[in-house]
Every structure is written in C-alpha cells, then in structure tokens.
C-alpha cells in the first residue's frame, strides 16, 4: 500500500513539474483523494480486500463532490462505506459546505464593496471557481453577520477625549474687516 502511494506522489510531483502552478488544482485533488482513502482505510481499521478481526465495516465506491477552494473548483471522490457502526465523512471536510472558507470570505469582501454578483462570479471564474450562486453570496454575507454582532456587543473601555472647538467672529472696526 505505501508503494502505491509513493507512487501516485511521485506521479503528482512529476505532474506539477511539467505544468507549473496552473495544475495545482489536479494535484490537490490527487492528495486530496489519496488523503480521504487512508481516513476511510482508518475508520475502517482495514485496507481495501484486507481481512482483518478488527474490521467494522466495508468500502462501497465514492461519491463526486464539487469543493471551491483557493485552487479551484475541484471534483473530489468522497469515499463511502457501508456496515458500519458511525457514518464515515472525511474530517477535512464540512458537511453541506461547497466554498472553502477563504473562498467565501473573499465573497462577502466583494459584497461588502458592493460588488454585483454577476461581477462576483466572473472575478471568481478568474480564479477557476465554475459558478456562484446569489445563494453563495448571502451565505457569505451571512459569515459576516455574525463578526458583525460581536463587534457591536463588544466591551468598551472607558474613553477620555477632548473636544476642541473654535470659533472665528468677524469684527468691523471702520478700517475693514480685522
């Protein structure tokens, strides 16, 4: 098993020598991919076709999940299993989440700007991000509702000021204005 990873690294590596920063997001997702496998291969406590006492379930294929992150729109496969006691989802992973945090941040920055959605989406597709939705965007916006609420119910500190004012009359005193 650790021959077969090393290889699939070795092939990444060769991968991104070949293409540079613009197949990052191909090697992700192979890491990415590789990365779920062992978790599942964890949970499982056995290797895919390993027979084993401790053994509390079986792999039963994956599932294509679409993830926006800093790389790109990537297509995951997020492996099932079936048989077992506790449902298995990759840790990495937020369930029902499609946008990376720093994805939607960045959304709910350009939305604070007042970037339509439509703008939104075509700097996003700049980044290779595949499509965003106005429901993308109120979610994110809905990140900062909740920065927002503890910056207002913050403490405050007393503050000590001073306020300077001045004042400027006009004075006639029969040569002109002094």
């Given at each position: 098993?650790?021959?077969?990873?090393?290889?699939?690294?070795?092939?990444?590596?060769?991968?991104?020598?070949?293409?540079?920063?613009?197949?990052?997001?191909?090697?992700?997702?192979?890491?990415?991919?590789?990365?779920?496998?062992?978790?599942?291969?964890?949970?499982?406590?056995?290797?895919?076709?390993?027979?084993?006492?401790?053994?509390?379930?079986?792999?039963?294929?994956?599932?294509?999940?679409?993830?926006?992150?800093?790389?790109?729109?990537?297509?995951?496969?997020?492996?099932?299993?079936?048989?077992?006691?506790?449902?298995?989802?990759?840790?990495?992973?937020?369930?029902?989440?499609?946008?990376?945090?720093?994805?939607?941040?960045?959304?709910?920055?350009?939305?604070?700007q007042g970037v339509s959605t439509r703008d939104a989406e075509k700097v996003m597709a700049e980044f290779g991000?595949e499509r965003l939705s106005s429901t993308q965007v109120s979610r994110a916006a809905a990140l900062l509702d909740d920065e927002l609420e503890a910056w207002r119910k913050r403490r405050?500190?007393?503050?000590?000021?001073?306020?300077?004012?001045?004042?400027?009359?006009?004075?006639?005193?029969?040569?002109?204005?002094?």
């Amino acid at each position: 098993m650790q021959d077969h990873q090393d290889k699939i690294i070795t092939a990444l590596m060769e991968q991104l020598i070949e293409t540079g920063p613009e197949g990052m997001a191909a090697a992700f997702t192979a890491v990415f991919d590789l990365a779920m496998r062992t978790e599942r291969d964890q949970h499982l406590h056995a290797r895919p076709y390993e027979r084993s006492a401790e053994r509390c379930g079986y792999a039963n294929g994956y599932k294509p999940k679409k993830v926006d992150t800093r790389a790109g729109t990537l297509t995951l496969a997020i492996p099932k299993t079936r048989g077992c006691q506790e449902p298995f989802f990759p840790q990495s992973l937020e369930r029902g989440r499609r946008s990376s945090r720093a994805v939607m941040l960045a959304i709910a920055e350009m939305y604070v700007q007042g970037v339509s959605t439509r703008d939104a989406e075509k700097v996003m597709a700049e980044f290779g991000l595949e499509r965003l939705s106005s429901t993308q965007v109120s979610r994110a916006a809905a990140l900062l509702d909740d920065e927002l609420e503890a910056w207002r119910k913050r403490r405050l500190e007393p503050v000590r000021y001073l306020i300077v004012d001045a004042r400027y009359e006009k004075l006639r005193d029969g040569r002109g204005y002094a």
